[in-house]
């Protein structure tokens, strides 16, 4: 079992940066990728960016640019940067973990960008 807690969102203007983390912990051992979705809305939930074990990295074409994932290996953390944010970017933002077998979601963190 892998127990993820986010944190960082809030609400910023336009143009605005915003960091947000992903503390995993429990059975990290098995995990092979991490990532960021998120859910607008009346959408459904997409994927943002994620980063595999080996540190190899892909990004939504909406963010590309704007938003950087990375991970603190020592504090199993994986973080997302966003820079430039739109009020398109306002959404409830998930971490997720995947195993082989398994998927593991956060509890999510608001993210409203608005003036």
């Known amino acids: 079992q892998v127990h993820l807690v986010e944190s960082g969102g809030g609400l910023v203007q336009p143009g605005g940066s915003l960091r947000l983390s992903c503390a995993a912990s429990?059975?990290?051992?098995?995990?092979?990728?991490m990532g960021w979705y998120r859910q607008a809305p009346g959408k459904q939930r997409e994927l943002v960016t994620a980063?595999?074990?080996?540190?190899?990295?892909n990004y939504a074409d909406s963010v590309k640019g704007r938003f950087t994932i990375s991970r603190d290996a020592a504090k199993n953390t994986v973080y997302l940067q966003m820079n430039s944010l739109k009020p398109e970017d306002t959404a409830v933002y998930y971490c997720?973990?995947?195993?082989?077998?398994?998927?593991?979601w956060g509890q999510g963190t608001q993210v409203t960008v608005s003036s």
């Open positions: 997720n973990a995947r195993s082989s077998l398994v998927s593991y």
């Open positions: 429990g059975s990290i051992f098995s995990i092979n990728v």
């Open positions: 980063i595999t074990s080996g540190g190899s990295t």
